[in-house]
T-cell receptor, first 110, second 114 residues
């Protein structure tokens, strides 16, 4: 079945440093979605990428979808303590089923 | 508008018991999905229902079952509970139409099996 991997598993950064997490699917995706989960909370939708090679920006966050629609990345510029949480990618296959990656847990040291 | 609501928020059960978890989707959303999230891992897909019909099923044993009602609310049932069923159970609703497939998650039900 479809598998979605993310690296790294954990990332500790100093406030102000940049952060990147990578997501790879074993199969071609219809689209990919990114979610953020704060400690003790539930996943919150961040963005959806649909087109091959698509790049989207949300303030300090930049999301990319690979040309083959099998990988994606999330880059945060100049991290802040409010960025703390676990970032999940969810690969959406053509059956509209979500397969979540294991997540990257980001901690930001002030 | 209310978001996705789940009940109960916390639950403690003993091995072998049965449990029913409930979910009310966002108004207008016809799709409900259930996920199991074990501590430190990503949500694992259990079921998806759309218009009261099962559209997808993850790799979970037959002890897990679900249904969707005419008002689009949903229940997840787990029989013969095992210690390994302890997890956060998340319900997500989505439109699935209109180019907006993003899922909106409820706060979850934290199930502890002792």
């Amino acid at each position: 079945g479809q598998q979605v991997m993310q690296i790294p598993q954990y990332q500790h950064v100093q406030e102000g440093e940049d952060f990147t997490t990578y997501c790879n699917s074993s199969t071609t995706l219809s689209n990919i979605q990114w979610y953020k989960q704060r400690p003790g909370g539930h996943p919150v939708f961040l963005i959806q990428l649909v087109k091959s090679g698509e790049v989207k920006k949300q303030k300090r966050l930049t999301f990319q979808f690979g040309e083959a629609k099998k990988n994606s990345s999330l880059h945060i510029t100049a991290t802040q303590t409010t960025d703390v949480g676990t970032y999940f990618c969810a690969g959406v296959n053509y059956g509209q089923n979500f397969v979540f990656g294991p997540g990257t847990r980001l901690s930001v040291l002030p | 508008d209310a978001g996705v609501t789940q009940s109960p928020t916390h639950l403690i059960k003993t091995r072998g018991q049965q449990v029913t978890l409930r979910c009310s989707p966002i108004s207008g959303h016809k799709s409900v999905s259930w996920y199991q999230q074990v501590l430190g891992q990503g949500p694992q897909f259990i079921f998806q229902y759309y218009e009261k019909e099962e559209r997808g099923r993850g790799n979970f044993p037959d002890r897990f079952s679900a249904r969707q009602f005419p008002n689009y609310s949903s229940e997840l049932n787990v029989n013969a509970l095992l210690l390994g069923d302890s997890a956060l159970y998340l319900c997500a609703s989505s439109l699935l139409t209109g180019g907006k497939p993003e899922a909106f998650f409820g706060q979850g039900t934290r199930l502890t099996v002792v």
